[in-house]
């Protein structure tokens, strides 16, 4: 039987729109909300959807194919549905606020009749809108350096009280006692853990029914033996969910406790981290000077390099000496031990691996006590580069230095444009040759490296 009637002419003003795009493979349901007057735009419109040349089935050089009669059936099927929905959606919204009841039951029935805290909220669902050196800073911080500073010390604040939370749990367990949400929000009180109640009841529940002393005596273990990899974390994000996203992938790599992370996932939630992003952590008055930002100076921060510390007081074994007078030496002046470097010594240090893939800038800064009488000083300062584990080394920059104290060294591309690129099999090496030019004994504090990601 012929179908000549299915052929149609373009129209210019004429709406296409392809049968494929109606009855092809189904898409992803979505719920959408619209005023009275849009739904009754949308109403109008589908009038034209009752027209069979609004749809193509195929597509010709001059002409069109509208559909065949089972394609317009199921199309005109999906159109009065659409219609229909359109004018109202009571089903869906009775069984939105059958949930809603639902909800307001179950916490009618679980949630804490008291022991809350003031301003706890009841779930997690706020989100710091805090971003690095996005406008000002929080108003605890005066620039956005103390505020980097301050990450630091309320990461280190908040892992730490959840290593003592640990510590009280394994008490309660070894005594008997029930571990109950009230008891749950004593063990918190005074610390920065707090977490929302919904929160909070979760994690009693994990408690109860998976958790033993042994087992939160092997969190608080694993806190401590990562404790900096998680600082670390949260202080090289700009926000507070890039901190989150880093604290779960430190986590799903780093845990090896037969019990699985749920708890400590809870301890860690949206609200203890944005006090930290928002500068509202409680009581910081009181115990900030416990900490130090030092803890974070060999963290990675992506898009921003990373620093290497050496501290001759404790360093001291990860360098070698050669040349006389060319030791870590301590003039009992009281202001600890420095490297001492005569005019032919040098010292290297042991290589650093595993670092951060990347090209990167290097800076370095040298400290001196202010107050040892030590006369002017000065190096040569070596960075060499190894890709077969140490056989070979290359110079990739030098300069010589001196100075009668701090002194700040960077290698500038537009002087030197020999970038540091480091891969998965780059050593890195520092050498420092003493007194340079000179003739006197080079004395150094503190060795800071600096590796900005260009």
């Given at each position: 039987?012929?179908?000549?009637?299915?052929?149609?002419?373009?129209?210019?003003?004429?709406?296409?729109?392809?049968?494929?795009?109606?009855?092809?493979?189904?898409?992803?349901?979505?719920?959408?909300?619209?005023?009275?007057?849009?739904?009754?735009?949308?109403?109008?419109?589908?009038?034209?959807?009752?027209?069979?040349?609004?749809f193509?089935?195929?597509?010709?050089?001059?002409?069109?194919?509208?559909?065949?009669?089972?394609?317009?059936?199921?199309?005109?099927?999906?159109?009065?549905?659409?219609?229909?929905?359109?004018?109202?959606?009571?089903?869906?919204?009775a069984?939105?606020?059958?949930?809603?009841?639902?909800?307001?039951?179950?916490?009618?029935?679980?949630?804490?009749?008291?022991?809350?805290?003031?301003?706890?909220?009841?779930?997690?669902?706020?989100?710091?809108?805090?971003?690095?050196?996005?406008?000002?800073?929080?108003?605890?911080?005066?620039?956005?350096?103390?505020?980097?500073?301050?990450?630091?010390?309320?990461?280190?604040?908040?892992f730490?009280?959840?290593?003592?939370?640990?510590?009280?749990l394994q008490?309660?367990?070894?005594?008997?006692?029930?571990?109950?949400?009230?008891?749950?929000?004593?063990?918190?009180?005074?610390?920065?853990?707090?977490?929302?109640?919904?929160?909070?009841?979760?994690?009693?529940?994990?408690?109860?029914?998976?958790?033993?002393?042994?087992?939160?005596l092997a969190?608080?273990?694993?806190?401590?033996?990562?404790?900096?990899g998680?600082?670390?974390?949260?202080?090289?994000?700009?926000?507070?969910?890039?901190?989150?996203?880093?604290?779960?992938?430190?986590?799903?790599?780093?845990?090896?406790?037969?019990?699985?992370?749920?708890?400590?996932?809870?301890?860690?939630?949206?609200?203890?981290?944005?006090?930290?992003?928002?500068?509202?952590?409680?009581?910081?008055?009181?115990?900030?000077?416990?900490?130090?930002?030092?803890?974070?100076?060999d963290?990675?921060?992506?898009?921003?390099?990373?620093?290497?510390?050496?501290?001759?007081?404790?360093?001291?074994?990860?360098?070698?000496?050669?040349?006389?007078?060319?030791?870590?030496?301590?003039?009992?002046?009281?202001?600890?031990?420095?490297?001492?470097?005569?005019?032919?010594?040098?010292?290297?240090?042991?290589?650093?691996?595993?670092?951060?893939?990347?090209?990167?800038?290097?800076?370095?800064?040298s400290?001196?006590?202010?107050?040892?009488?030590?006369?002017?000083?000065?190096?040569?300062?070596?960075?060499?580069?190894?890709?077969?584990?140490?056989?070979?080394?290359?110079?990739?920059?030098?300069?010589?230095?001196?100075?009668?104290?701090?002194?700040?060294?960077?290698?500038?591309?537009?002087?030197?444009?020999?970038?540091?690129?480091?891969?998965?099999?780059?050593?890195?090496?520092?050498?420092?040759?003493?007194?340079?030019?000179?003739?006197?004994?080079?004395?150094?504090?503190?060795?800071?490296?600096?590796?900005?990601?260009?």
């Amino acid at each position: 039987m012929s179908e000549a009637w299915r052929v149609k002419t373009y129209y210019d003003k004429r709406i296409l729109i392809p049968t494929g795009d109606v009855l092809g493979a189904p898409r992803p349901d979505m719920l959408v909300c619209l005023t009275g007057v849009q739904a009754s735009l949308l109403r109008n419109m589908c009038q034209y959807l009752h027209r069979r040349s609004t749809f193509v089935s195929e597509y010709r050089n001059t002409t069109y194919l509208a559909p065949t009669e089972a394609e317009w059936d199921d199309i005109q099927a999906i159109v009065a549905e659409t219609e229909d929905i359109l004018m109202g959606c009571e089903d869906y919204l009775a069984l939105l606020q059958c949930i809603c009841d639902g909800v307001r039951e179950l916490k009618g029935v679980n949630w804490p009749a008291g022991g809350t805290f003031d301003g706890q909220p009841d779930y997690d669902d706020y989100t710091s809108p805090v971003e690095y050196e996005v406008g000002d800073p929080p108003a605890l911080f005066a620039t956005w350096d103390d505020w980097r500073d301050g990450v630091c010390i309320g990461a280190q604040k908040l892992f730490d009280d959840l290593s003592d939370l640990m510590a009280k749990l394994q008490v309660w367990y070894s005594a008997g006692a029930a571990i109950t949400f009230s008891l749950f929000q004593s063990l918190v009180l005074a610390s920065v853990v707090v977490p929302p109640v919904a929160v909070g009841l979760a994690i009693v529940e994990v408690l109860v029914v998976a958790y033993t002393a042994l087992s939160v005596l092997a969190v608080e273990e694993w806190i401590g033996d990562h404790k900096h990899g998680l600082v670390c974390a949260v202080y090289g994000a700009a926000t507070q969910p890039e901190a989150m996203a880093a604290i779960a992938a430190y986590v799903a790599e780093n845990w090896d406790l037969l019990i699985g992370p749920q708890f400590f996932n809870l301890l860690v939630n949206q609200k203890v981290v944005s006090q930290i992003f928002d500068g509202t952590m409680p009581d910081w008055d009181d115990w900030n000077d416990e900490f130090s930002a030092t803890y974070c100076q060999d963290c990675y921060i992506p898009g921003e390099g990373f620093t290497v510390w050496y501290n001759f007081g404790a360093d001291c074994p990860k360098f070698t000496f050669e040349g006389d007078m060319s030791t870590c030496y301590d003039p009992g002046d009281g202001y600890g031990v420095i490297a001492q470097l005569w005019q032919e010594g040098h010292m290297h240090g042991d290589p650093l691996v595993g670092l951060a893939v990347g090209s990167y800038l290097v800076s370095m800064q040298s400290f001196h006590a202010m107050n040892r009488p030590l006369g002017e000083t000065g190096a040569m300062y070596r960075v060499r580069t190894s890709v077969n584990e140490g056989q070979n080394w290359t110079d990739r920059h030098y300069q010589a230095c001196k100075s009668n104290g701090d002194m700040v060294y960077d290698w500038d591309p537009e002087t030197n444009d020999d970038y540091l690129t480091i891969t998965e099999d780059t050593w890195v090496d520092l050498s420092i040759e003493g007194s340079y030019g000179l003739g006197k004994l080079t004395r150094i504090d503190v060795i800071k490296m600096i590796f900005r990601q260009t």
